[in-house]
Structures are given as C-alpha cells and as structure tokens.
C-alpha cells in the first residue's frame, strides 16, 4: 500500500470519486469492490484498518484486472483523515426516518447519488462499512451524507461488495467515459419501412381471406405488436417479404421459385 496521495493525483476529472472501505473483515469483499471500481471508471481506494491483503490470497483472486493497479495502490489511511480530507457519502442499509436525529437521516437513495455528486469539484469518498455492523453512529456522525440501496424491509443488508458494485454501477455516468457498448444495441427500422409492413400485413390478411369483419381488428392488433417490439430493419425486411410472399401464394400470383435480388436483399 502507497501513503496516502493527495486526492488531486486520481486520474478521474471532476468529480474526483475515491471508495473507502472501514474497517473490512474479509480480504475478498475488498477485491470485490477494487475489481468493480474498474469495472465502473474509478481508481482510487482508501482503505481504513483494512484486514491483510496477501498477494496470493482472496482479495486478489477476486479484483481480476485490478489486482494489477487498484489494490496494490490503495492508500491506508484512518477515518479522521478520510472525513476531513474527502466530501464523504457513507452507504447504510439502515436510514432511519427520524427528522429529529441526523445520524441516519435524511439518506438519499442511491440512484440519486450521480446527480448529487454531479458537479461536485472537490475530493469526494463513497464509504461502506464492516461486513457484519456496518458503519457505527459515531463514524456516521463524522461523515457528510447518507446513501442507502433500497432493499427489502425484512432483510435489507447486502453483501459489503454487491453494495458498492450497486453503487459503482449507479455512478457511472459520472465515471465512465464510454461502455463497450456500440451507441445503439437496438437499431429500429424506419418508421417508412414499418409502415410498408403494415401495407404488406393488410394485403396479406386479405389474400388469404380473414373474414372481412375481423380484418380490422387483425391489423390493429398487429400495429400493437409492432409498436411494442420496436422491429430492427432486418426483422422489417424479413417479415415483409414473408407476408409478400404469403399474399403471393393466396393470391396465385407467386412466382415458382423467387430467387430475385429482392428477395435475397429481404431475407
Ligand atoms: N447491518 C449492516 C450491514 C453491513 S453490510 C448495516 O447496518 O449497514 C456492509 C456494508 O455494505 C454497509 O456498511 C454498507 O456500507 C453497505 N451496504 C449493505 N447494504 C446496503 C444497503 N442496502 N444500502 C447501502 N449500503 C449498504
């Protein structure tokens, strides 16, 4: 572990977001939060009275590629330290719903904490707690606000390491400059071609004879499903030439075999 960096060496623009971890038992739930700290953008991990981090042990085998920069440059550093150099947001499962007692209230649920942090220029912490008590009344009362993951009311303590990769995950827009995602995972067909399956559905459901009184509905029903499903080209394409093709056959119009460039751009 490194001594403790000025927070302005974090390679992360505003908002500078670190994660504390407080006093963790066990060596696996920190190589947990490292790897999701990578996974979601962010580098720098503080760690207060941290268990041992054996390079051949848990924390390692779970950090994955952070093994290699994250965990061994986490900064030791204890929690006056981290409440006095750091705006701090401390992640509780337990808020409680008293105005009149501000050691857990008001809690902010964690998917309002982007917009939070956002525009926030100075060094900030998320701050989880020990796996079995959390974060206690007194380390909360150091630290200046209050996150929480909504959760079952019966059982609403989460694994130290799933909390922070929920949270991680909520942060990401603040942290992660692009994902592995192409811009659009979900390319709709225009809403021409769209239209042109409509056309083709409404001559093949005459072809083929639908009794004239439920035509309507059929059509109706079918601008439903296709409104909902938000079709990609290719699907477009492909139905269409699929009911042209029906229409066709019912009709008797269809060729013997259709091996035109039409066919083969639709299919
Ligand atoms: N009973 C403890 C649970 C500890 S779980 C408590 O009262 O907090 C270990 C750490 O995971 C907690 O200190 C907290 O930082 C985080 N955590 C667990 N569940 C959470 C939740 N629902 N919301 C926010 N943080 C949570």
């Not at 207060?48 to 042990?57: F, R, S, Y």
């Not at 330290?81 to 008001?106: K, W």
């Not at 042209?244 to 009709?251: H, K, L, N, P, Y």
Request: hydrophobic share 35%.
């Amino acid at each position: 572990m490194t001594d403790r960096q000025p927070a302005s060496s974090a390679k992360h623009c505003p908002p500078e977001i670190a994660v504390a971890v407080v006093d963790a038992e066990t060596p696996g739930n920190v190589g947990t939060i490292a790897r999701a700290m990578k996974n979601f953008g962010l580098s720098e991990l503080l760690l207060v009275n941290p268990p041992e981090l054996d390079p051949d042990g848990e924390a390692y085998g779970f950090a994955g590629q952070a093994r290699t920069d994250i965990l061994p440059n986490a900064t030791e550093l204890s929690l006056d330290e981290l409440a006095e150099g750091y705006h701090t947001v401390a992640c509780t499962a337990v808020p409680n719903e008293d105005p009149n007692n501000h050691i857990r209230y008001p809690a902010m649920e964690v998917g309002e904490l982007a917009d939070h942090l956002d525009g926030v220029t100075e060094p900030t912490a998320i701050v989880f707690g020990r796996e079995r008590v959390g974060l206690t009344n007194e380390e909360l009362a150091q630290l200046d606000a209050l996150c929480s993951i909504p959760a079952s009311e019966t059982y609403p303590s989460l694994n130290l390491g799933q909390a922070a990769t929920i949270t991680l995950y909520e942060l990401r827009e603040l942290t992660v400059n692009s994902t592995q995602h192409p811009n659009a995972l979900h390319r709709r067909a225009p809403k021409g071609e769209v239209e042109r399956l409509h056309d083709q559905f409404a001559a093949y459901v005459d072809a083929v004879g639908h009794p004239e009184p439920k035509r309507e509905k059929a059509t109706r029903m079918f601008r439903r499903l296709l409104g909902r499903a938000h079709p990609t080209p290719r699907e477009t394409s492909t139905l269409h030439g699929l009911l042209r093709r029906g229409t066709q056959w019912a009709d008797g119009s269809h060729p013997a075999e259709d091996s035109s460039n039409e066919s083969e751009r639709e299919n």
